[in-house]
């Protein structure tokens, strides 16, 4: 019951952007035109994830790369910002993975992992490398 309405929610925003002079075609939120690529995530023991926060727009659909460089096993957890918005793909060396939901990613070697997601829930979130407590190791991230 919970996915149909937020199915229906999903095409009713998408209906609201259709309607204002934001055509997105068919796809609607999926649309090309509404695609928005992220910085790349470079994972490695001791360096800063981000160099600026993620400033988001809610009904945008964005995708992100995370690649971890092997120099330790390292992750990111964010419960939060994975509870704000809808993950479309997780796509893992060439092989796509629709999940209803995500808690966390880790690397346990390096390689590179890419996440399709539409923002939905305007807030202040982060993701953060779990037993991390400096500003570097997490990156912020607003969705307006």
Known sequence: MKIAIFLASLLAASTAFADNDDDLGLAGLLS??????????????????????????????????????????????????FRAIWVDEVVIEGLEIRPYALHSIEFDDAGTMEIGFVA?????????????????????????
């Open 32 to 81: 090309g035109s509404n695609k928005v690529d992220l910085p790349e995530v470079i994972l490695s023991v001791g360096e800063p994830l981000a160099d600026a926060p993620w400033e988001l727009k809610s009904g945008k659909y964005y995708e992100v790369e995370f690649t971890a460089d092997g120099s330790g096993e390292i992750g990111l957890a964010g419960n939060d910002f």
């Open 120 to 144: 939905i829930k305007p807030g202040k979130y982060e993701l953060r490398i779990p037993g991390s407590t400096g500003e570097s190791q997490a990156i912020q991230i607003e969705i307006e």
